[in-house]
């Protein structure tokens, strides 16, 4: 009876480094959320070992907001050990693990009703189907309204299936997403175990929801559940738009995009860098940084070979983070 009577919990995951000024207003959008009585939100910011100010203004929030946990890692682990760190720590720094792990970026702004559209979006759809969806994923707006380039889910063959006929507001049927506003349940999370560390920023979210829809059906995407994504350009991940400050970032997604598709099969791995080295060569940046990249490239078509941990209960002192 108890247990009948107890709040269903869902943890919101931010990783931040180095932003909190945006930050703050991430977290004010979280506890700001419109939720049902039977449903109780709490947050948990892993800070990535931050040298700045984010440690004062968590400790300012930890102050007047008890559902604010902050897990402070070691060293910065980028996107990917964040997110990482941060699932393992839901299973074992609560009372009781959460029902549900909301994953946001520390730019993402999330309207009021976002995370009760995202959980509207999948107890309708378990309604009308026997399917469990992989995950739920918001409809991700940049800050002038037009969509995120960046942040697109990747739509499954059949994406209509479930389409709402009269409209465009029903979900569509996605294998993959950004972590910039994505529902999963703790089940999930056990099958499916835990994002690539290893990768520390781009395609852990793509490799992810894509092991998660794996496990025998799509996620949805959810266009009524609205984020705003605070980028500083609207552009997608296009070579031909590369600047020599991204070329850093470029290194680790060509890394590991050729190690995903190492995976799919030697034809598959073949292509891919076929098509990257034409691009490389034509990108706007020194030739340099082009000899770099493609060092990268061939680093995770040959040698990569990162960790995927599979779910268990592990005690947070083994993981090397500190939580406050």
């Not at 008890?66 to 074992?92: S, Y």
């Amino acid at each position: 009876m108890a247990d009948l009577m107890k709040p269903k919990l869902i943890l919101a995951i931010v990783v931040t480094y180095h932003r909190p000024a945006l930050l703050h207003q991430c977290l004010e959008a979280l506890f700001g959320q419109r939720l049902e009585p039977s449903q109780r939100l709490e947050v948990l910011v892993v800070d990535n070992a931050c040298s700045d100010t984010t440690p004062q203004l968590l400790e300012q929030w930890r102050l007047k907001e008890p559902r604010l946990h902050v897990l402070r890692l070691r060293r910065n682990g980028g996107g990917a050990g964040g997110f990482h760190h941060g699932l393992r720590w839901a299973f074992c720094g609560l009372e009781s693990p959460p029902d549900d792990l909301w994953l946001l970026d520390d730019d993402t702004i999330a309207e009021p009703d976002a995370l009760q559209r995202l959980l509207h979006c999948r107890q309708a759809f378990l309604a009308q189907s026997s399917h469990q969806p992989a995950f739920v994923c918001s409809r991700v707006l940049w800050r002038d309204g037009s969509i995120c380039e960046m942040n697109i889910p990747t739509p499954v063959w059949d994406w209509t299936r479930f389409h709402a006929q009269s409209s465009a507001t029903g979900p569509s049927l996605v294998d993959s997403c950004s972590f910039v506003s994505v529902l999963v349940s703790r089940q999930k999370v056990e099958e499916a175990g835990y994002p690539i560390e290893d990768f520390f920023i781009w395609c852990d979210d793509q490799e992810y929801t894509r092991r998660l829809s794996s496990l025998g059906y799509p996620g949805l995407y959810d266009p009524l559940s609205v984020v705003i994504h605070q980028t500083k350009d609207n552009r997608g991940v296009n070579p031909s738009l590369m600047k020599e400050s991204e070329v850093w970032k470029y290194c680790y997604g060509l890394r590991n995009n050729a190690y995903l598709h190492r995976r799919r099969g030697l034809l598959w791995l073949l292509y891919f860098c076929y098509c990257r080295i034409r691009e490389l060569f034509t990108a706007p940046v020194r030739w340099r940084s082009k000899f770099i990249m493609l060092s990268w490239l061939l680093h995770g078509a040959i040698v990569f070979r990162p960790r995927v941990i599979s779910f268990d209960r592990v005690a947070l002192s083994s993981s090397g983070d500190t939580a406050q």
